[in-house]
């Protein structure tokens, strides 16, 4: 809005325009005083005498051929590759000369004349050798211009061709102009009234989020409810949360259903080859949205180009920085008023500049954290409508063994369930199939062929059902699911797959008999083969994590007190 009302100052601002035929002639004028240098006006061979060829390179048998042009009174000769090494022809070359043909050249005054003298000295010394030669004429300026234009009109059409390339040919890439626009927004937008085929419908799990973005759609449809009462409208929401969880399904669907033009683009595409571009496609984004108001402005993976400044002086960027610099100006350039919002989504917030982080710029941050089983349960009914399912399966139940998984894993899953029913040949997918899906997408692949021993095999048994018992009989273990010695994946041999509770506090009792349920499968090795083995190196990695966290980040150790060294950049094992 601002910048219709005053469009001039924006002009000044920016300065001249940018005409990438600067580029082309640049380039034109390097590669042709090079090769102008370099090749053209440089004589084919070194510079000698007529008397030197006949005197010396004839009589001792050195010319390999000799060229005649006749019209330019050129003669140029070419020497057999082991006379180079000869002192007299040696002095006389220096650099590539001496390797490329021919060797010499030298003026003469007429060929007739040329051809007599050379007749004479071979009637003088008939024994010597008599080297093939040529009489011709050569245009004068043709092949020269061709030599010379032709490689740099074909580097000028390769470098034509890989910026059309770069510059995508996408929406804001500059369609087939590509680099003749590569200042501009690469950011897909969709007007009021286009047709996308994700709505809030099709997000499940994420009520309190659906609520807080159909909220931000609210302030821009009807923005007097708000501002009557002296309420200002956030300028941006960020949205935070762990990869697969639904941020960019959720920005999609806002899309579909916010009747406002809805502009979409990632935190790379604002990255690009040339200084500059950043900034400028961060200018020329805000620059249409202004234009397009009331609008939402939605960047994906803005880490790509939000990373905190000065952390690392060695590893800065000074172009991203520029960016990240730009999109600050523009974010505190247009006001609350202004009909633009900004919506962003990252899987790093620990690593997002603090100046984009402060109230001004993303008012909101909405916490999109993986989904409980009543929300898994509604992402199972979204992803398996369009999949026939037997009527014997229960989606509780599914939504029950799948612990931890986000909204993209359930979606691989139906997806795989449906894959395993289709190779068997069944007419839907039932609880089995879904079974083995979800022991694909947690272990891998089933190795049926892998060959293990006898002594291996009862190995593996023992240790898996030594977690077994010892979670059938401690009190606070995760119940039991099911035990396999089928070796998945690149590594595991057996597992035990069991269904965490739903829970976020957890004491002491509860997390010694996690460990002492991890341990089980160890301890049963030694109880019944009085040894252990090395297949429980992936439990001593998660007891150790666990135990470390007890002491150094939950003060649950009584000798080094209530302290912790919590590290948030650390994975936090139980969260």
Request: charged share 25%; hydrophobic share 40%; net charge neutral.
């Amino acid at each position: 809005m601002q910048n219709q009302s005053n469009p001039q100052p924006e002009k000044e601002r920016r300065g001249p325009r940018f005409n990438i035929y600067w580029i082309y002639g640049i380039i034109a004028l390097v590669l042709l005083g090079v090769q102008l240098r370099s090749g053209f006006f440089t004589p084919d061979g070194a510079v000698t005498s007529q008397e030197f060829f006949k005197d010396t390179l004839l009589v001792n048998g050195d010319v390999a051929s000799y060229l005649v042009i006749k019209n330019k009174g050129i003669v140029k000769v070419t020497v057999k590759p082991e006379s180079l090494g000869k002192t007299y022809i040696a002095s006389k070359l220096s650099g590539p000369s001496a390797q490329r043909a021919p060797q010499f050249q030298f003026n003469i005054p007429d060929a007739k004349t040329f051809a007599e003298q050379v007749n004479e000295v071979f009637q003088k010394s008939p024994g010597i050798y008599r080297p093939p030669s040529d009489y011709k004429d050569e245009d004068s300026w043709l092949p020269g211009v061709v030599s010379l234009l032709l490689p740099v009109l074909l580097l000028i059409g390769l470098w034509v061709l890989l910026m059309r390339k770069m510059g995508g040919g996408g929406p804001g890439g500059g369609g087939p102009g590509g680099i003749f626009n590569i200042g501009k927004s690469k950011a897909t937008l969709f007007e009021k009234g286009t047709k996308v085929n994700i709505t809030f419908a099709d997000v499940a799990g994420l009520e309190e989020a659906k609520q807080e973005v159909m909220e931000i759609v609210d302030f821009l449809k009807n923005p007097k409810k708000y501002t009557a009462l002296g309420g200002k409208i956030p300028k941006g929401a960020l949205l935070v949360g762990p990869p697969g969880t639904g941020k960019t399904l959720l920005a999609k669907a806002m899309a579909g259903e916010a009747q406002v033009p809805f502009f979409s683009l990632s935190g790379s595409d604002f990255v690009e080859l040339f200084v500059g571009v950043g900034a400028s496609r961060v200018r020329d984004l805000f620059k249409t949205a202004r234009e397009k108001a009331p609008c939402v402005i939605f960047i994906d993976e803005i880490d790509a180009i939000g990373r905190a400044r000065g952390r690392n002086a060695i590893m800065s960027n000074d172009e991203r920085e520029n960016t990240l610099n730009q999109l600050l100006v523009e974010m505190d350039g247009f006001g609350t008023d202004s009909g633009i919002i900004i919506l962003a989504a990252t899987n790093r917030p620990d690593v997002l500049d603090s100046a984009l982080l402060r109230p001004g710029r993303f008012d909101r941050q909405i916490s999109i954290d993986r989904p409980d089983v009543k929300g898994r349960e509604e992402i199972f009914k979204v992803h398996l409508k369009p999949i026939k399912i037997s009527q014997k399966l229960d989606i509780y139940k599914l939504a029950e063994q799948t612990p931890g998984f986000a909204g993209a894993d359930i979606a691989n899953v139906c997806n795989e369930a449906a894959l395993i029913a289709a190779r068997k040949g069944k007419e839907s997918v039932d609880m089995e199939d879904f079974q083995d899906a979800i022991d694909r997408v947690i272990g891998g692949l089933e190795k049926k062929n892998k060959i293990i021993s006898p002594e291996e095999k009862e190995i593996i048994a023992y240790h898996e059902a030594g977690h077994a018992i010892c979670g059938w009989y401690l009190e606070h273990a995760y119940p039991l699911l099911k035990v396999t010695i089928v070796p998945r994946g690149t590594a595991a041999l057996g597992y035990a797959q069991y269904t965490p509770k739903e829970q976020y506090l957890y004491n002491t009792d509860q997390l010694m008999d996690q460990i002492c349920m991890t341990l089980g499968g160890r301890a049963s090795e030694d109880i019944f083969f009085g040894k252990i083995s090395t297949g429980a190196s992936n439990d001593l990695q998660q007891i150790t994590k666990m135990a470390y966290s007890m002491v150094t980040v939950y003060g649950m150790n009584d000798k080094v007190g209530n302290i912790s060294f919590y590290d948030p950049s650390q994975e936090n094992y139980f969260t």
